[in-house]
């Protein structure tokens, strides 16, 4: 079963950097694409970005040109840089497949604050 273990949220204040980590087990690592998720409070959860396992990226417009996904197999860790973050990015960002393995799937997130 596929545990999903995210960290390096915090917070910041807005045009600062963040770097997440997600550390995934239970799986085939570097044959999934891989993606990362955001919820705000009172909003449904949103793609933000994916790395396919040919290190391909996709990303949400809102974030395009300033966040960078990456991943390294051999830790089985997928990451985001997030930088010139806006108070908007405020969020509690998640790690999963992409599409999500589903409702099971997801960890328990790290939390995103970004002051103005």
């Known amino acids: 079963q596929v545990q999903l273990v995210e960290s390096g949220g915090g917070l910041v204040q807005a045009g600062g950097s963040l770097r997440l980590s997600c550390a995934a087990s239970g799986i085939t690592f570097s044959i999934h694409t891989m993606g990362w998720y955001r919820q705000a409070p009172g909003k449904q959860r949103e793609f933000v970005a994916a790395?396919?396992?040919?290190?391909?990226?996709r990303y949400a417009d809102s974030v395009k040109g300033r966040f960078i996904i990456s991943r390294d197999n051999a830790k089985n860790t997928v990451y985001l840089e997030m930088n010139s973050l806006k108070p908007e990015d405020t969020a509690v960002y998640y790690c999963?497949?992409?599409?999500?393995w589903g409702s099971g799937s997801w960890g328990q997130g790290t939390q995103v604050t970004v002051s103005s």
């Open positions: 790395i396919f396992s040919s290190s391909s990226t």
């Open positions: 999963n497949a992409f599409p999500s």
